[in-house]
């Protein structure tokens, strides 16, 4: 039986997301007769961060439901630009709170927990 779906290239699965995603890959195929492309998985702090530093400088910034912890992060990005940083050292500035934040058990994105993941048909 042919895999229904392929992944994009730079995201990992494990073994556990792997057979989640072919079980909805299948079914998904079975519905629909299309394929699905997974485009995100688990990411660290620093990948969070690289994700989260396209959205903030547009319309999708304020897509997160824990504004506290958004508010920190936005804090490092607003913070770099102002001081005309370049955008490695924004995004490891946005990182080093990320991963503050999830020390303390807090999670601006599922991607951060290996619980989350993206598709596209």
């Keep these: ?13 494990d073994a556990a997301a792997t057979a989640f995603v072919a079980k909805v890959a299948d079914a998904f195929f079975e519905a629909t007769t299309k394929d699905i492309t997974v485009t995100s998985a688990y990411r660290g702090p620093q ?3 690289a994700a989260m530093y396209v959205k903030m400088g547009g319309p999708e910034w304020d897509i997160y439901a824990n504004k506290d912890a958004l508010t920190e992060i936005r804090a490092a990005y607003v913070d770099g630009k102002a001081a005309k940083q370049d955008r490695a050292t924004i995004v490891a500035a946005m990182a080093a709170v990320i991963e503050k934040q999830t020390g ?3 999670y601006i994105s599922n991607h951060l927990r290996a619980s989350a993941l993206d598709f596209r048909t």
């Design 104 to 106: 303390q058990g807090t």
């Design 1 to 13: 039986m042919p895999n229904h779906y392929s992944v994009k290239a730079g995201v990992t699965l």
């Design 47 to 49: 990948e969070q961060a």
